[in-house]
């Protein structure tokens, strides 16, 4: 029996429908919190909630288009009305494929705005929300953005990736000074590679002839010699949530197996 690190605390995870945030939200529920998932397919979300009930969480899948900021309300309302307070959030939604692989010259202004407001507004919209609620109900909490290890450097052909994950390390770093008096820790996980759709995506594009080439070429790549699985990730997200990292805020925490350990 796992330990049950979060029992009664409410989680909020965005992007909780695949990949990284699926994970991190069954690893919530299995240490005994209630968890809301939000993402924008409701098929998969709904599965998902599935899987979280049947591991005995009470779960809530609320579909959310997280680059709306009227939306972002509306997820922070249905959360506060089913479970009354939110503990901690997981900022974990993306998308990697809007108007990539391109050279920076080459990106609308269009695609700009549509790739900031996907990865770097919508973290600021729910961070916003996520703040205010901590800040009424008092008792502090705990807060996780997810960056990239793309967020560390500049990436040839997915600029604005790269900045927006950036971005993200900067809205992480200032709140989390301006929010730690009232207790209110705000850290980001720092991803390298991590075996998801995401990822395989990402392959399938690069390398349409051999994607499984690809994705062993990369593996290659990392000292560690392979790619993340997604409970790794979701480990180092609870870890950031748990009492165990109470010194720990506006760190960005880089679990890459080792891949960018030459350059820091
Ligand atoms: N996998 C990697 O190697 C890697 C590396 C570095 C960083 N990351 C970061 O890790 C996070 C999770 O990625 P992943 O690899 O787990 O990807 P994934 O499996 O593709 O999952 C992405 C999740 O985000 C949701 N999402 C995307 N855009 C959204 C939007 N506008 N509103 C609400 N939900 C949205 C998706 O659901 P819907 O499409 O149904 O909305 C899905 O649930 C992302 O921030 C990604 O940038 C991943």
Redo the contacts with the bound molecule.
């Keep these: 029996m796992s330990e049950r690190r979060f029992a009664g605390t409410v989680a909020l995870i965005?992007?909780?429908?695949?990949?990284?945030?699926?994970a991190t939200a069954l690893s919530f529920a299995r240490e005994g919190a209630k968890v809301v998932i939000?993402?924008?397919?409701a098929e998969?979300?709904e599965a998902v909630r599935h899987e979280l009930e049947a591991l005995g969480a009470e779960a809530e899948f609320i579909p959310?288009?997280?680059?709306q900021s009227s939306q972002v309300e509306l997820l922070m309302g249905r959360t506060i009305a089913r479970f009354g307070r939110l503990d901690y959030a997981f900022n974990?939604?993306?998308?990697?494929d809007i108007g990539v692989f391109k050279p920076s010259a080459d990106f609308s202004e269009e695609e700009f705005d549509k790739h900031i407001a996907?990865?770097l507004k919508?973290v600021w919209l729910c961070m916003k929300h996520e703040i205010s609620q901590m800040l009424h109900q008092g008792g502090g909490g705990a807060i996780v953005n997810?960056s990239?290890?793309?967020g560390l450097g500049g990436v040839p052909q997915n600029a604005l990736y790269a900045a927006s994950?950036a971005g993200v390390l900067g809205l992480t770093k200032s709140a989390a000074q301006e929010y730690a008096k009232q207790g209110i820790r705000i850290n980001a996980l720092v991803?390298?590679?991590?075996d998801?759709?995401?990822?395989n995506g990402v392959f399938a594009r690069v390398s349409p002839e051999d994607p499984r080439a690809a994705k062993t070429g990369f593996a290659q790549l990392v000292p560690l010699g392979r790619i993340g699985r997604?409970e790794e990730a979701a480990d180092a997200v609870l870890w950031l949530c748990s009492s165990a990292s109470s010194y720990v805020t506006g760190h960005s925490l880089i679990v890459d197996g080792g891949m960018t350990a030459p350059f820091r």
């Design positions: 965005t992007g909780g429908s695949s990949g990284i945030g699926r939000a993402s924008r397919g998969q979300g959310t288009d997280v680059s974990n939604a993306a998308a990697i996907s990865n919508s997810t990239s290890v793309n994950k991803a390298g590679g991590f998801t759709p995401m990822l997604p």
